[in-house]
């Protein structure tokens, strides 16, 4: 996304304005924004204050993470993750198996919901045996996986879907060291398309969407919000 946005910012440099991509680590806000050394900001984690970001008055726009009170672009997770048990479905897989992180973020709440709605579209149940999405970590992921897939359950899952595509990429090397083939013994499916960029094989199935045309619709965004602010400002001559 830091890649798409800088590709983009080239049309507010052309009209004279700075806007950062802002990643801050720990929710500290870069010291640009802070001095007010740039016009506009486009958050790219929830860990970004926006309220401080408001308080220093500048238009600021939320990048992928949806966050309250401030204009967000998002995918449609939900969607993303109903597509994604449709194409399981149609490859011949009816256990479907589905773990995430312990948040509560909206992407997981959403990406949860599609994978439920996605199941329920197609007339199979919610299997809670084959579902785990209080994982602390990225990495906690292996562990998770084998109750789902390796013959410990009493049916168990001949797919698994992640929550992102890091997390699948980990999964697949736990499955592959405990012997299973991917795909010929379990699919696993990601969501985000990151894996693509690793060359990592095998490949993915995932959700992939338009970085470059949500990072242009930010950045159109913030630069109309400026622009409005600049217009609305009255001038007063001294005497």
Known sequence: LTRAVMVHRDEAMASGLDIIACRPY???LPRAVTTGGVDGVIALTGNVTIQDVNALG?????LEIELPGVT???PDERRGMELV????????HRDIAYISLMTDTQASVSRLAGYRHGLKALSLAYRGDLVDVSLSSINEDADAAMPLSDGRNKNPST????YNDWMAMVAVRALQARGLAVPGDISVAGFDDISSGYRFEPALTSI???RYAMARRAVRIVI???EQSAE???WVDLP
């Open 26 to 28: 720990h929710g500290a």
């Open 58 to 62: 500048l238009p600021a726009v939320s």
């Open 72 to 74: 967000s672009i998002v």
């Open 85 to 92: 048990v449709q194409h399981l479905f149609d490859l011949g």
């Open 159 to 162: 797919a698994l879907i992640c």
């Open 208 to 210: 992939a969407y338009d």
């Open 224 to 226: 109309e919000a400026i």
């Open 232 to 234: 609305t400002r009255c």
